[in-house]
C-alpha cells in the first residue's frame, strides 16, 4: 500500500523559505488529489494547499502568492515551496493523498518553525 514520507521541514527565521517533500512509496496514481495541511498547538486544522493529478492548484488565502505546490509524477513526489515566511506559518505540516476509495492519507509530519 502506497505511503508518504515528508522532509524539508526545519526551523527558519521570518521572511525566509523552505522547501518541503512528500514522496510516496509505491504507486503515486494510487493517489487522486495530493497536498499538505498544517496544524498548529492550539488552531484549528488548515488545508494550505492541493495538486490534481493534472496539476491544477488551490491554495488557502492565507498562502497564496507565498506557497507553490507542485507534483512531479515520474519522480513520485509532491513539493511545497514556502517564501516568505511568517511566525504564523509555523506547525506540523503533512502530506495528504486522497485514495480513489474516498479515505486520506497522510504521512508523519514534518516540523515548520518560524522565527520572529
Known amino acids: 500500500q502506497a505511503q508518504l514520507v515528508e522532509s524539508g521541514g526545519g526551523l527558519v527565521q521570518a521572511g525566509g523559505s523552505l522547501k518541503l517533500s512528500c514522496v510516496v512509496s509505491g504507486n503515486i496514481f494510487t493517489f487522486g488529489d495530493m497536498g499538505w495541511f498544517r496544524q498548529a498547538p492550539g488552531k484549528e486544522r488548515e488545508l494550505v494547499a492541493s495538486?490534481?493529478?493534472?496539476?491544477?492548484?488551490d491554495y488557502a488565502d492565507s498562502v497564496k502568492g507565498r506557497f507553490t505546490i507542485s507534483r512531479h509524477n515520474a519522480k513520485k513526489t509532491v513539493y511545497l515551496e514556502m517564501d516568505s515566511l511568517k511566525p504564523e506559518d509555523t506547525g506540523m505540516y503533512y502530506c495528504f493523498g486522497d485514495l480513489l476509495t474516498g479515505i486520506r492519507k497522510r504521512g508523519q509530519g514534518t516540523q515548520v518553525t518560524v522565527s520572529s
Open positions: 495538486v490534481t493529478r493534472g496539476g491544477s492548484t
